[in-house]
């Protein structure tokens, strides 16, 4: 466990435990948006384990927990993104088994995970693999301020009102995408970019181009791409990291069920 000072985390006491596992949400890619318990883990852990886009040595999750790292030994690692389901699980189990390696001598590790490690993150994986080996408390989720809540304040309209139904899904399935739309009063679609000229033609067509906002890549800075009404909007070319919010209408207390 490092030595790192965490006065700068105010009435937080949570320090990583020696042979214990920690999927730490940490936001959208900011400093300042982990939570204090996501900063005092990281703080106090012996073994980091950061996310790397292929083909490069950059990680945005890294480079968002640099300020809370001392002494900690730092694994990147590229995660699969395929769809072969064979080679994906030998990947998962091989960093599995570094992560029991560690945890066998002792130490603390984490893993940093963008957004919250139980939505669309790469985290659910590997707790999968690490429940067959690994105590039960001797694993931990902290959750961190995913990307559908970060975008959503930069509209500053609500979410959800009275009986309002959220759907959170994916935005690859059209034919299910076109279901939810029916089915409630507020959409959250994560990996837009690429469905990107057929999603703006269903909400076309559904009338719903005024009331969909879009955000890319959302506090990353420069990065960050922010559509407050796709009415008018050209599709272009976007981040995997893109969150679509469609507000379809409002139910009221007294709607009859």
Sequence with gaps: MTE??????????????????YAVGIGPGCSDLLTLRAAAIIASADVIIAPQAKGTSHSLALAAVQPFLDKQEVICVNYPMSRNQQATQQRWQKLAGTVLDNCRKQLSVVQVTLGDPLIFATSSYLLAELTEHLAEDNIHIVPGISAFQTGASRFGEPLTLQEDRLTLMSATDLKMVANALDNCETLVLYKAGGVINELIELLQQRKLLGSSRLISCVD???????????????PEPLNYMTTMIIHTGRRNWDEEK
């Design 4 to 21: 790192q000072n965490n006065q700068f985390l105010p009435g937080c006491n949570v320090q990583a435990q020696s042979g214990h596992f």
């Design 220 to 234: 990353q800075r420069d990065d960050e791409l922010v559509i407050k009404t796709l009415v008018n909007w050209q």
